[in-house]
């Protein structure tokens, strides 16, 4: 599963003409500012004429709009626009217990 990305990231290039976010320590978008972050990638793809990297997942009921910076299993960043969740503590989960 994947977490939440903590750290400093900026915006690069890649071999594939793409838009992608590395880790780096003087870099100016972090968690705080994600949306900022996509809304840059997004000027950049256009002005540069790149695909912009990000991953959205395949759904069909849930608007997915909502920026964030997640880390892989490899701890490398990434951003991820996901459907927006409620507060915590707004879903409850009741535990029956079967047998």
């Not at 809304?39 to 790149?50: A, E, F, R």
């Not at 759904?59 to 951003?79: F, H, N, V």
């Not at 626009?81 to 879903?91: H, I, Q």
Request: proline share 6%.
């Amino acid at each position: 599963m994947a977490k939440i990305y903590q750290g400093k990231v900026s915006v690069f290039s890649n071999s594939n003409n793409q838009l992608v976010v590395k880790p780096d320590d003087s870099g100016k978008f972090d968690q705080a500012n994600v949306a900022e972050l996509y809304s840059t990638m997004l000027t950049l793809g256009k002005k540069h004429k790149m695909d912009v990297r990000v991953f959205k997942p395949e759904t069909e009921t849930a608007k997915c709009d909502t920026p964030l910076l997640m880390a892989d299993r490899w701890g490398k960043p990434y951003i991820a626009l996901l459907p927006e969740r409620k507060a915590p503590g707004a879903v409850k989960v009741t535990v029956q217990k079967l047998a």
